[in-house]
């Protein structure tokens, strides 16, 4: 085991680092200048009679997805150049498909350079197109887990795009704890693994407490009617604040908004824009979606390279829990990273800055390249 340290700068991430309100400085030069990456090409593929943990069913999920590039088969036959982007809680894949990530990343000469590998970008159950609440069950659809939704990622890569072996896996947030997931699931069928904001443990202490907060925000709103509102009821505009807090850095909101009448400002225009796109009954799947998530008990069952990534500023996964440098300890081929507060510090949403971490995503690789 290591512990590393470096990291970049922060505004707020609204939904638990997914969606970013401002970028850093090298991301705001003119799109004329922007580096270029492959246009994604989308597909769904539909899970017949689909099982959930809880033992309810549907007849047909819908599980939406993007790739970029192109697979390629080894003399083996199979698939060697795949990489899984997993994306976090209220996200989708279309929130890598921008300069801060794909920009970096999946760019000519980048580490995931879409020329050379083939992106796997899924929506999760419950996010983006795929199968949800709001499609028109509403509080009906079924309970589902994280298990469910690992369960649907592993169908897309085999099933709906005939992968069976993938190069990475990179996990931001939620994204990243279904990255330990698959590393306990499905061992061996990956070389190795990015979990990026997140800890290998089940979710306690003020991470829970803040997400029970925005659940029961809604549940106890008597607009919410179990489900059945006609419009968004107010309970979610505290659960939004919720959001923001659990996503934002202290150092870039104090930097960015100054005065009470500029942090008044934004706090109400914020809100606004995101009770506009967020459904409620959506919101509370997902979030409750991570109620018995709890991979430390298998850890030891990893035995590919892991590059575990957290920063000093994550409201979310604080370094003085200590959680991570000492389950990490139990990963054979495990390495813990420490991004410190800096300038260019995003809070949590700096999963989602490879330009701070990129550095260790390519010692990952050099270290789990195949023989």
Same mark, same amino acid.
């Given at each position: 085991?290591?512990?590393?340290c470096?990291y970049l700068?922060?505004?707020?991430?609204?939904?638990?680092?997914?969606?970013? +309100?401002?970028a850093?400085?090298?991301?705001?030069?003119?799109?004329?200048?922007?580096?270029?990456?492959? /246009?994604?090409?989308e597909?769904?593929?539909?899970?017949?009679?689909?099982? *959930?943990?809880?033992g309810?069913? +549907?007849?047909?999920?819908?599980?939406?997805?993007?790739?970029?590039?192109q697979?390629?088969?080894?003399?083996?036959?199979?698939?060697?150049n795949?990489?899984?982007?997993?994306?976090?809680?209220?996200?989708?894949?279309?929130?890598?498909?921008?300069?801060? *990530?794909?920009?970096?990343?999946?760019?000519?000469?980048g580490?995931?350079?879409?020329?050379?590998?083939?992106?796997?970008?899924?929506?999760d &159950?419950?996010?983006?197109?795929? $199968?949800?609440?709001?499609?028109?069950?509403?509080?009906?659809?079924?309970?589902?887990d994280?298990?469910d939704?690992?369960?649907? /990622?592993?169908?897309?890569?085999?099933k709906?795009?005939?992968?069976d072996h993938?190069?990475?896996?990179?996990?931001?947030?939620?994204?990243?704890?279904?990255?330990?997931?698959?590393?306990?699931?499905?061992?061996?069928?990956?070389?190795?693994?990015?979990?990026l904001?997140?800890?290998?443990?089940a979710?306690?202490?003020?991470?829970?407490?803040?997400?029970?907060?925005?659940?029961d925000?809604?549940? $106890?709103?008597? /607009?919410?009617?179990?489900?059945?509102?006609?419009?968004q009821?107010?309970?979610?505009?505290?659960? &939004?604040?919720?959001?923001m +807090?659990?996503?934002s850095?202290?150092?870039?909101?104090?930097?960015?908004?100054?005065?009470?009448?500029?942090?008044?400002?934004?706090?109400?225009?914020?809100?606004?824009?995101?009770?506009?796109?967020l459904?409620?009954?959506?919101?509370?799947?997902?979030?409750? $979606?991570?109620r018995?998530?709890?991979?430390?008990?298998?850890?030891?069952?990893?035995?590919?390279?892991?590059?575990?990534?957290?920063s000093a500023?994550?409201? &979310?996964?604080?370094? /003085? #829990?200590?959680i991570?440098?000492?389950?990490?300890k139990?990963?054979s081929?495990?390495?813990?990273?420490?991004?410190? &507060?800096?300038?260019?510090t995003r809070?949590?949403?700096?999963?989602?800055?490879?330009a701070?971490?990129? $550095?260790?995503?390519?010692?990952l #690789?050099e270290?789990s390249q195949?023989?």
């Amino acid at each position: 085991m290591r512990l590393h340290c470096n990291y970049l700068r922060a505004v707020i991430a609204p939904v638990l680092g997914l969606s970013f +309100l401002g970028a850093s400085g090298f991301l705001l030069a003119g799109a004329q200048t922007a580096p270029t990456w492959p /246009e994604a090409s989308e597909g769904d593929y539909v899970a017949k009679d689909f099982h *959930f943990k809880d033992g309810s069913s +549907l007849p047909e999920v819908r599980l939406h997805y993007r790739v970029l590039g192109q697979p390629h088969r080894g003399a083996d036959g199979h698939v060697d150049n795949a990489v899984l982007v997993l994306h976090g809680t209220g996200g989708s894949g279309t929130n890598f498909l921008n300069p801060r *990530f794909a920009g970096v990343l999946f760019v000519p000469g980048g580490l995931l350079d879409a020329s050379r590998y083939f992106i796997i970008l899924p929506d999760d &159950i419950g996010h983006g197109k795929s $199968s949800k609440p709001s499609d028109g069950l509403h509080a009906r659809f079924p309970k589902y887990d994280y298990e469910d939704m690992v369960s649907a /990622e592993h169908l897309v890569v085999t099933k709906a795009l005939g992968v069976d072996h993938l190069r990475l896996i990179i996990g931001t947030s939620m994204g990243c704890m279904h990255t330990w997931m698959w590393g306990e699931n499905y061992p061996g069928e990956a070389d190795a693994l990015m979990p990026l904001a997140c800890m290998p443990v089940a979710i306690a202490g003020r991470n829970r407490v803040a997400r029970k907060m925005a659940i029961d925000a809604i549940r $106890s709103d008597p /607009e919410w009617m179990d489900g059945e509102y006609k419009a968004q009821p107010r309970g979610l505009k505290t659960a &939004i604040d919720m959001l923001m +807090l659990m996503g934002s850095s202290a150092l870039q909101i104090q930097k960015l908004y100054p005065t009470r009448e500029a942090a008044d400002e934004y706090l109400e225009k914020t809100q606004a824009a995101y009770m506009k796109t967020l459904d409620a009954n959506d919101f509370l799947y997902q979030f409750d $979606s991570s109620r018995n998530y709890d991979p430390s008990k298998d850890l030891e069952k990893i035995r590919v390279p892991v590059m575990a990534i957290n920063s000093a500023d994550d409201f &979310i996964n604080p370094p /003085e #829990l200590g959680i991570v440098p000492r389950e990490i300890k139990r990963v054979s081929k495990g390495k813990f990273v420490v991004l410190p &507060i800096t300038d260019e510090t995003r809070g949590h949403g700096t999963h989602s800055l490879p330009a701070i971490w990129s $550095s260790y995503l390519a010692e990952l #690789l050099e270290e789990s390249q195949p023989k």
